[in-house]
């Protein structure tokens, strides 16, 4: 199994450019999140879903969007990128038990 | 809203020596308390999960306790080696789906 993949490994956008995150597991997780972390922070819960199909917000949903067509993948969606969400981008899922499971990052740069 | 706070926000210590990194929190409604582990550049690990239930659990050369009264677990990392230099994260569950992490305990270990 791969667990959790995270594509791109890194990627700069100008102020006002859109980008999809995406978000893979192999593990038939129902449960996948993702979370931000800036520096010298804690990690963030921006949404996250319980089955394909549906999506709740975290604590820090605005400017994002996400959708769960299928058990395997959960993109994140940048419409208008903004300097404030330069940041690292981690996706995880979570099966029947309670241990989440991280991808890699994303290390999101908006100049 | 749960906060979360980790001491020492570094540590560093020589080779073999048996360690506490401590990490309290402000809601003691938690339905677990994770402690992961973080290299740079990489994603998370789940080290040890314990359940609100629970006062301890160990792997291996890891013990963490957890006082959900007084809002307080401590991460035991007996006979430390250069391979366990990381960044410790605390994360208390409140909810179904909300982790909410601390910002970490970044340890040396030199060997």
């Known amino acids: 199994n791969a667990g959790v993949t995270q594509t791109p490994k890194f990627r700069i956008l100008k102020i006002g450019q859109s980008m999809t995150l995406q978000c893979t597991q192999d593990m038939n997780h129902n449960y996948m999140y993702w979370y931000r972390q800036d520096p010298g922070m804690g990690l963030k819960l921006i949404y996250y879903?319980?089955?394909?199909?549906?999506?709740d917000k975290g604590e820090v949903p605005n400017g994002y969007n996400v959708s769960r067509s299928t058990t395997e993948d959960f993109p994140l969606r940048l419409e208008l990128a903004a300097p404030s969400q330069t940041s690292v981008y981690f996706c995880?899922?979570?099966?029947?038990?309670?241990?989440?499971?991280f991808g890699p990052g994303t290390r999101l740069l908006v100049l | 809203k749960q906060e979360v706070t980790q001491i020492p926000a570094a540590l560093s210590v020589p080779e073999g020596e048996n360690l506490v990194l401590n990490c309290s929190f402000t809601d003691s409604a938690i339905y677990n308390l994770q402690w992961f582990r973080q290299d740079p550049g990489k994603g998370l690990t789940s080290l040890l999960l314990?359940?609100?239930?629970?006062r301890e659990q160990t792997s291996g050369r890891l013990n963490a306790s957890l006082d959900k009264s007084s809002g307080r677990s401590t991460l035991y990392i007996a006979a430390s080696q250069p391979g366990d230099s990381a960044t410790y994260l605390c994360?208390?569950?409140?909810?179904?789906?909300?982790?909410?992490f601390g910002t970490g305990t970044r340890l040396t270990v030199i060997p």
């Open positions: 314990i359940q609100s239930s629970q």
């Open positions: 879903s319980v089955g394909a199909g549906i999506t």
């Open positions: 994360a208390p569950q409140t909810g179904a789906n909300n982790l909410f």
């Open positions: 995880a899922s979570k099966g029947s038990g309670e241990t989440q499971y």
